[in-house]
């Protein structure tokens, strides 16, 4: 690698991740004028209207999401219409 190289590191790209003891390379989609990595949230499915009505019921509502206060205003006035 040396001799296409010079003494310059080599750096692919690939980008390794390990989930569940099993390690994976992958390249990310990145803009050619990014030097920042690429870091993407783990997909996590929405919460059916059961868990949501359970967590108001503990007093866990999502205030600043699905149960704000905008979001019930336009439910209700969907409902009054």
Known sequence: MTEGYGDQPFHSGCVEVSLEGSSTCFLPQCSS?????????????????EERKQKWEQGQADY??????????????AFLK
Request: glycine share 4%; proline share 13%.
């Open 33 to 49: 004028t990014s030097q920042e990595p690429h870091h993407t949230e783990p997909y996590v499915p929405p919460e059916t209207s």
């Open 64 to 77: 600043m999401g699905m149960d704000s206060f905008d979001n019930i205003q336009k439910k209700l006035d």
